[in-house]
């Protein structure tokens, strides 16, 4: 009798810490996964990225937008010296616009359509910049094919100076914010501006910067991974520094 109490017993304790071991271990996965910011989450938020357009820089007859598809194979950058003009032709050689740069160092944006929208426009001279989405640049023997209001459009080459960057390259470039499906683990992400730190495909690791925040605005240290694209549609803002 003495031996099946005992033996009974044995089982009941083994029982008990069985119990306490997995509970133990459940709350040790809990814990691993509200630690690390990994993009499970994101991969379940994105879906919900609406497509937008947003607005970049806004004068009395002229105003300029970015969208969120990407065109082209990436970015190529100008920069205008005084008296140097951008013409924008149509894929059948008809004017599009012009962007002119005065002796005054103003902008003469009159012939370009009252709405652009292109990867960045900012005729102003201290925060220029004339980035439009471009095919390869050796797709054409004599123009640059970029995308104007979601069409192609093109450059004459050798006019002004230029830079290209894959897409790749651009977005380490820029100071980046974060859509509001497609945050990092801290929801004080929303309100942050971040540099990029590595690009792995479709992700990036990311890292806090205070160099593109107003003076008023609060500064919080973080950094963590989340999505930057999802097929040819951008997860990311492309931040506009004050």
């Excluded at 304790?13 to 809990?30: A, D, G, L, R």
């Excluded at 082209?72 to 003009?85: L, Y």
Aim: glycine share 4%; aromatic share 12%.
């Amino acid at each position: 009798m003495k031996k099946i109490y005992f033996i009974c017993s044995l089982l009941v304790i083994f029982m008990v810490s069985c119990k306490e071991k997995s509970n133990e271990e459940t709350k040790e996965t809990e814990a691993r996964n509200e630690n690390v910011p990994d993009t499970l989450a994101h991969s379940q938020k994105t879906e919900d990225c609406p497509k937008e357009e947003s607005l970049v820089w806004q004068g009395e007859t002229f105003a300029s937008y970015t969208e969120d598809t990407m065109r082209g194979k990436g970015v190529i950058s100008f920069t205008m010296d005084i008296n140097d003009r951008l013409d924008f032709f149509n894929e059948d050689d008809s004017a599009f616009g012009e962007i002119v740069l005065n002796e005054d160092m103003t902008f003469f944006t009159l012939k370009m359509p009252g709405k652009v929208i292109a990867r960045k426009v900012i005729p102003n001279y201290d925060f220029a910049a004339f980035d439009f989405d471009c095919e390869d640049i050796n797709a054409d023997p004599n123009y640059f094919i970029i995308y104007i209001n979601k069409e192609k459009r093109k450059i004459k080459k050798d006019v002004i100076k230029y830079s290209f960057s894959t897409w790749e390259d651009y977005i380490k470039k820029q100071h980046i914010g974060l859509k509001s499906c497609n945050l990092i683990a801290n929801p004080k992400s929303s309100s942050q501006v971040f540099t990029v730190e590595k690009i792995n495909g479709d992700e990036i690791e990311i890292v806090s910067n205070k160099d593109c925040l107003g003076e008023d605005a609060p500064f919080e240290s973080l950094k963590g991974k989340v999505k930057w694209k999802v097929g040819d549609r951008l997860l990311i803002n492309f931040a506009l520094c004050n």
